[in-house]
């Protein structure tokens, strides 16, 4: 919440009380330099060399020291590495909460409490003393910062100083504001007390505050330009500079501030802390690691303190660290804590100890792991064996271990060794695929599919399952124009080739006088619809069988119709029903048999042949014996 304050200032018009003893408090700063990258090896030696120590020499009351007080930070690189790379950007100042942390900074606050509890007016004497903290920082104007920075840092401006002041205010659980004061590019803080400061320095006695509602902030100016020398000269809870008496500010509301942090800094009055360390930290997966297989992160760090939280950092690549987990020491300061990457690429680990109120913190060195594409396997559920030309089937398979693959290859050969793409389709989110496929000629198909694979996943062919089509069946039906005729008379015979789409075909009639030995009639051909017609004049009596068959193609089998009976009868009275030339019937199955009445033909041009032979051979003779003398003349 911001909200605007136009005449800001109010002051309390009594005046102070009688002296009381001012608590103040020195501090001194573990700050960090750069982080060098650091093998095992070197881990409890160069974690903590980058560390700088300041002390500043502060007392209370007014010229009494009798009660002097030494603040010692520590705070790790990691968590000045993981605040450095969050969002800084303060377009607005709705974008300022983002940067009070009180989760982080909880340490000091309790440090701090633990010399002012027992104080007179202790809540303002814990004001006052965090003040005295952040005006001993170096006065340097940079770009908005984390406070965890403005520590390590030791240096910042009038925003950042607030930044750090009221969060280590907040973290106490005090109700805190900030002000900004845009004509006089400045910031500092609004504190709530419960009573009126006692120890604010006026000239006329007064406090100085803004009214937010019924509630009083006290202005906190957190910028103090102090040294452990002058320490006790900076401002102090409810004193305002003489230039903003008369100015107002934007009071921004910190209910939406960070709640919680990965990590704290460590902090202790008055003992300075001792040093930690890992004394092991690594990795232990199976090699080559591919994702989603485990890895586990464990080590041991001492002194051992059992339940202490033990944060996990992560980035990937030249990516920024985050928070991965957080795990706890046994009583033996081990830590263990087992984690999968779901993605290629190469990480970075590194296990952190925010340390406590004796101890610094910890970092361990940094791991690398390298998560290569997981090898996949692809599966081919194969059809039927057998299909029909013309059937539809269903080639399926899934993809192990399950995930949506993008890009999954059907391919198809007659060969077994050439190969042709058949389709390209992608899987479910759970690996599974399905493809509908009528096969376009009958032949033995042998099928395959190939998983191209991604950045995280390897790709794989599968077994090669095979499926047979075999020719499709077909049907043919006859039907005759009568049931009964005469000799010489015309039956017109038809019928038609299923399915349609087998098109224009030959077929062949044929005819029986006993249903079981067949004779060739003829040969007609069916129209692009399967259907045919032909004439057929029996020149005998009898009951005739007549039938059609087709011998197939190179996508569907032969058919032959059921036999349908024609009664045949004589115009005239002539003898009994018999086949051309007295010839035996032959039995036909899918060849024509000769034709009985071109039999006939052939025998009688035989015939008449031989005779006009025997007749010219006659003549020859007789002509030859009239030129040959006798012999009894001679």
Not at 396 to 420: D, E, K, M, N, R
Not at 569 to 598: E, F, H, I, M, R
Request: aromatic share 10%.
């Amino acid at each position: 919440m911001i909200r605007n304050i136009k005449s800001l200032l109010g002051h309390v018009d009594e005046k102070r009380g009688s002296k009381r003893n001012v608590l103040l408090i020195t501090a001194v700063f573990l700050l960090l330099a750069t982080f060098p990258s650091l093998n095992h090896a070197q881990a409890k030696k160069s974690a903590y060399d980058f560390y700088t120590h300041y002390t500043y020499n502060l007392w209370t009351g007014q010229n009494d020291p009798t009660q002097d007080h030494k603040l010692y930070v520590s705070t790790t690189q990691s968590l000045h590495d993981y605040y450095q790379q969050k969002d800084h950007s303060v377009n607005s100042d709705s974008d300022y909460p983002k940067l009070v942390t009180p989760d982080t900074v909880k340490p000091i606050s309790e440090a701090i409490w633990s010399a002012c509890q027992s104080e007179s007016h202790s809540e303002e004497q814990f004001v006052d003393a965090v003040l005295m903290f952040v005006h001993q920082i170096s006065y340097v104007v940079s770009p908005p910062k984390y406070p965890i920075e403005t520590i390590t840092e030791n240096s910042g401006d009038c925003a950042h100083f607030s930044l750090l002041a009221a969060s280590v205010m907040k973290a106490d659980g005090l109700d805190v504001v900030l002000l900004h004061w845009a004509d006089k590019q400045h910031m500092n803080i609004g504190v709530y007390l419960p009573e009126a400061p006692a120890y604010a320095r006026d000239a006329s006695g007064l406090v100085w505050s803004v009214n937010v509602g019924s509630k009083k902030y006290y202005i906190a100016e957190c910028t103090g330009y102090c040294t452990s020398e002058n320490v006790t000269s900076g401002w102090r809870v409810g004193e305002c500079p003489d230039e903003f008496r008369q100015a107002s500010a934007t009071v921004i509301d910190l209910s939406n501030c960070e709640t919680s942090s990965p990590a704290q800094v460590a902090a202790s009055v008055d003992a300075e802390l001792s040093t930690s360390s890992f004394t092991t930290a690594s990795c232990s997966y199976q090699s080559p690691l591919q994702m989603d297989e485990q890895v586990l992160v464990q080590g041991t760090i001492a002194p051992a303190d059992a339940g202490a939280d033990v944060v996990i950092y992560c980035k990937e690549g030249t990516g920024s660290w985050s928070c991965l987990a957080t795990t706890t020491m046994d009583y033996s300061g081990n830590f263990a804590y087992a984690t999968e990457f779901d993605a290629v690429g190469t990480y970075y680990l590194l296990a952190s100890w925010s340390g406590d109120a004796t101890h610094e913190g910890a970092d361990s060195n940094t791991m690398t792991l390298n998560v290569a594409p997981t090898t996949t396997d692809t599966y081919l559920t194969s059809p039927s064996s057998v299909v029909q030309y013309g059937d539809s089937v269903q080639i399926a398979g899934h993809v192990l271990p399950a995930h949506s693959c993008p890009s999954i290859s059907l391919f198809y050969s007659l060969s077994g060794t050439s190969w042709s793409t058949l389709a390209t389709i992608s899987t479910d989110s759970n690996g599974n695929f399905q493809y509908q496929w009528t096969p376009d000629t009958p032949g033995t198909f042998y099928l395959k599919a190939e998983s191209r694979g991604d950045t995280d996943y390897e790709g794989s062919t599968s077994d090669i399952g095979t499926l047979t089509v075999a020719k499709a069946t077909s049907t043919i039906t006859v039907t005759s124009s009568t049931s009964s005729v005469k000799t010489g008379e015309s039956v017109t015979l038809s019928g038609l080739v299923s399915p349609a789409t087998i098109g224009s075909v030959s077929i062949e009639l044929y005819a029986s006088l006993n249903g079981h030995d067949w004779n060739h009639l003829t040969d007609t051909n069916t129209n692009m619809d399967g259907q045919y017609s032909s004439c057929w004049s029996p020149n005998s009596s009898g009951t005739y069988y007549l039938k059609t068959c087709w011998s197939g193609n190179e996508y569907y089998e032969g058919a032959e119709s059921e036999a349908l009976t024609v009664q045949v009868t004589a115009s005239s009275p002539t003898s009994s029903p018999k086949l051309p030339n007295n010839q035996n019937p032959t039995t036909v199955d899918t060849k024509p048999s000769v034709n009985y009445v071109s039999v006939v033909a052939l025998a009688s041009a035989i015939v008449t042949s031989t005779g006009i032979c025997l007749a010219i051979l006659a003549r020859r003779t007789r002509r030859k014996n009239e030129k040959v003398p006798s012999l009894r003349r001679r």
